[in-house]
């Protein structure tokens, strides 16, 4: 089976503007998270997608948000970047709502000038 | 809320030894998982090994091993015949099980290894 996918591998943009991150799950996963790792904060939760439901989120503002296709694969949008929001964004998948393990993806590196 | 404390913030190793890598975390839960993650320089973070809370054994995966301590919310992972390729950050995690689905990873700050020719 592919592992789960992320694309860009790689983005720079300048403050204000919005950015798209897209994951692909392994095939057969439903459920997609999201987190954001930082030098400083490490490894925080952002969302989590089941069935194109969000099902958990984290302790992020408004101008982080995402959406789960049918197909399984997940967007999550920030709008209005700052230059805070630089990081590592890291997609996980895993089966279901009920199953432990969840696998990563390569991550989108995401700098804010 | 549930806490992730990793005191060692970088370890080396020589290659071929065996290194323990530490772990402790906050819960009042009764059942939970417990994970470590190696995130190598290429930033893919990978699955190394996961315990169940309520099973005493300790997992262990080839070379690497855990010492599960529920009592003491501890859990230790060794690495054993250490070799180049576990030069990597170790992340530990915690996730409670609910009934309504698994909660979110929360994770420790890392230990950085490296292992050394």
């Known amino acids: 089976k592919a592992g789960v996918t992320q694309t860009p591998r790689y983005l720079i943009k300048t403050r204000g503007q919005q950015v798209t991150l897209s994951c692909s799950p392994i095939?057969?996963?439903?459920?997609v998270s999201w987190y954001q790792q930082t030098p400083g904060q490490g490894l925080q939760f952002l969302f989590e997608?089941?069935?194109?439901?969000?099902?958990n989120k984290g302790n992020f503002p408004g101008r982080f948000s995402g959406r789960q296709f049918s197909n399984s694969r997940s967007e999550m949008n920030v709008s209005t970047l700052e230059l805070g929001d630089s990081a590592l964004y890291l997609c996980?998948?895993?089966?279901?709502?009920?199953?432990?393990?969840?696998?990563f993806g390569p991550g989108t590196r995401l700098t804010v000038l | 809320a549930q806490t992730v404390t990793q005191s060692q913030p970088e370890m080396s190793v020589q290659e071929a030894e065996t290194v323990t890598l530490s772990c402790t975390y906050d819960?009042?839960?009764?059942?939970?998982?417990l994970f470590w993650y190696k995130q190598p320089p290429s930033r893919q973070m990978i699955l190394v090994i996961r315990?169940?809370?309520?099973?005493?054994q300790n997992a262990t995966e080839n070379r690497f091993s855990v010492n599960f301590q529920k009592a003491a919310k501890s859990f230790s992972l060794k690495i054993s015949d250490s070799q180049l390729g576990d030069t990597a950050m170790y992340f530990c995690?915690?996730?409670?099980?609910?009934?309504?689905?698994?909660?979110?990873?929360?994770f420790g700050k890392g230990t950085r290894l490296s292992v050394i020719a």
């Open positions: 995690a915690f996730m409670k099980l609910v009934h309504s689905g698994n909660t979110p990873l929360v």
């Open positions: 996980a998948s895993r089966g279901g709502l009920a199953t432990d393990t969840q696998y």
């Open positions: 315990q169940e809370a309520y099973k005493q």
């Open positions: 997608y089941f069935s194109e439901t969000q099902r």
């Open positions: 095939s057969g996963h439903r459920s």
């Open positions: 819960t009042s839960e009764n059942n939970y998982y």
